[in-house]
């Protein structure tokens, strides 16, 4: 072989080993790549502490009370902080911070003080993002109301029975106690106007309850429900005095 020939040949395997390490490196940087955990945006929600999406809230117009409000980590990157800011309290009713930031899951707790705050009903917006995007906005209603809830409830209702066996309407009317968060209702039932139940309200989770009573007429009742400013739903079982078959009823009392 001639020294022409043996460059050639030389040349040849140089480009074809040029080649090769050029194949390799790209080789190894698709593996390199493939490895790489790509991070995925973060996914979460807003609820109450309950786990429900956030609905009306009562507080009463003096004193204080804790809005809890709970951010959810669905999927994505965990190390992502969610920002959140709560909106829209009305006169009357401060918060010691308007503000939270951390990563999910986490619970915020805002520590809300009224001070003589006007009755209504009131438009709450809670803003989240994550870094300044993937943004959100959870809305619900913050209600207002008197410190003894009961007193929301006196005056007349329209009611409607469904007991075993017959549906029927009649008049029935809330009135004071005079104890906190209790109500005698004077007809429930529509069992006549000298029947009065006597109804005792948890105020901080707007349900009721309705101890076993002689409620007038051989009438005795029992039962529980939940109510909110304007309506009443009551479920009670009645059995009579004088042996007459005993019925399962559903109330709604509205006004």
């Not at 009463?60 to 669905?74: E, P, W």
């Not at 401060?94 to 705050?117: G, H, I, V, W």
């Amino acid at each position: 072989m001639n020294l022409s020939d043996m460059n050639v040949s030389f040349h040849f395997q140089f480009r074809n080993m040029k080649k090769l390490s050029i194949f390799i490196l790209a080789l190894c940087l698709t593996v390199v790549a493939c490895d790489k955990k790509v991070a995925q945006p973060l996914s979460y929600t807003v609820e109450s502490t309950q786990n429900k999406p956030m609905g009306d809230t009562y507080i009463s117009d003096n004193g204080t009370y804790t809005l809890s409000v709970l951010v959810k980590f669905l999927t994505g990157d965990a190390g992502d902080k969610v920002n959140l800011k709560l909106t829209g309290l009305p006169a009357g009713v401060a918060t010691n911070t308007d503000s939270f930031s951390q990563e999910p899951t986490y619970r915020a707790d805002f520590k809300l003080t009224m001070t003589n705050a006007p009755h209504g009903t009131y438009p709450i917006t809670i803003s989240t993002d994550v870094r300044g995007v993937n943004k959100k906005t959870f809305k619900f209603n913050l209600i207002v109301r008197s410190a003894d809830c009961a007193a929301n409830l006196w005056g007349n209702f329209n009611g409607s029975n469904e007991c075993t066996g017959r549906t029927f309407t009649y008049t029935a009317t809330g009135v004071s106690t005079g104890a906190t968060n209790e109500l005698d209702i004077t007809n429930l039932g529509g069992y006549g106007e000298n029947t009065t139940t006597r109804v005792i309200l948890d105020c901080d989770h707007n349900t009721l309850t309705i101890p076993s009573q002689n409620i007038g007429n051989g009438t005795v009742v029992q039962g529980d429900g939940t109510f909110n400013g304007n309506s009443m739903h009551i479920v009670y079982h009645t059995t009579y005095v004088s042996g007459a078959a005993p019925e399962d009823c559903a109330a709604n009392l509205t006004r």
